[in-house]
């Protein structure tokens, strides 16, 4: 039977998801930004498969489930963010975010 | 100590490595092949929480799916994919931002108990049969909403737009 510390695994996630914030704020690259947001993201789903493998009844199962979607929802995400990148690059031959400003005031 | 947590300390390492790695590294290939790594990494953290079918999708979907959609971005975005990216500075705020999110959920969780606690394992045979029983709906909306983001990335991309 395996045992651990949850608290470990909760600082994990946290690590994971502050290098994934920091990766979303400094990036200008959109394809580093996608990928700093996969490294959050997955930070979150870890979260759902700590609190159902230490917790009673059948909680571990729901934590589990959840995580299933929660990975396809993600794998969603990359494929509408890469066909904003290829778009972001037609449009504007370059897919830094910085000079994807047309909204801006 | 215990083999488990010897192992647990070893993937966390190699994850939070490969995760800073994969964002400061000069070339974005090289991103990719750090942020692979990072993928299998968090997969084998899902087999040492006895959740195996996670594991799985982990690798089918994360290591092997996203990782060479992000490489196929990288070569239609670039004429030459080995040039290297401008240089970015670390930014004093963000990385400022980045720690204190650390620090206030390290704190948080300072109140959980410290002591080791046994992992449960579930058959994947039981996860499958909640997957379509009680959560059912959510695999249901997880198709749909696959259904119109994928309607919308070829809307996105297609040729002779106005």
């Given at each position: 039977m395996t045992a651990l510390p949850l608290v470990g695994f909760l600082a994990l996630s946290s690590a994971l998801f502050a290098v994934g914030l920091f990766g979303i704020l400094t990036r200008r690259n959109f394809i580093l930004v996608l990928i700093a947001i996969e490294i959050a993201m997955n930070a979150a789903i870890l979260n759902f498969v700590y609190f159902g493998a230490f917790s009673g009844g059948t909680g571990g199962l729901s934590g589990q489930a959840i995580a299933v979607v929660l990975i396809g929802f993600a794998a969603t995400e990359v494929a509408v963010g890469l066909a904003i990148v290829l778009a972001l690059n037609r449009l504007k031959g370059t897919i830094n975010v910085a000079q994807a400003n047309d909204l801006k005031l | 100590m215990s083999l488990e947590e010897l192992a647990f300390l070893a993937l966390a390492a190699v994850a939070l490595f490969t995760g800073v790695a994969a964002l400061l590294v000069r070339e974005l290939v090289h991103t990719i092949l750090w942020i692979a790594v990072f993928f299998v990494d968090i997969s084998a953290i899902y087999f040492l929480l006895e959740a195996p079918f996670l594991g799985v999708l982990q690798l089918g979907v994360y290591a092997g799916a996203v990782t060479v959609l992000l490489l196929f971005g990288v070569m239609l975005t670039?004429?030459?994919?080995?040039s290297r990216e401008a240089v970015t500075g670390i930014g004093a705020v963000p990385l400022a931002l980045a720690t204190v999110t650390f620090i206030f959920a390290v704190t948080a969780v300072g109140?959980?108990?410290q002591a080791a606690q046994p992992v449960r394992a579930y058959d994947p045979s039981l996860l499958s049969e909640a997957l379509f029983t009680t959560y059912g709906p959510y695999l249901l909306l997880l198709g749909l909403v696959m259904m119109g983001a994928v309607a919308g990335a070829i809307y996105l991309v297609r040729e002779g737009r106005e």
């Open positions: - | 670039r004429k030459r994919i080995f109140e959980l108990p």
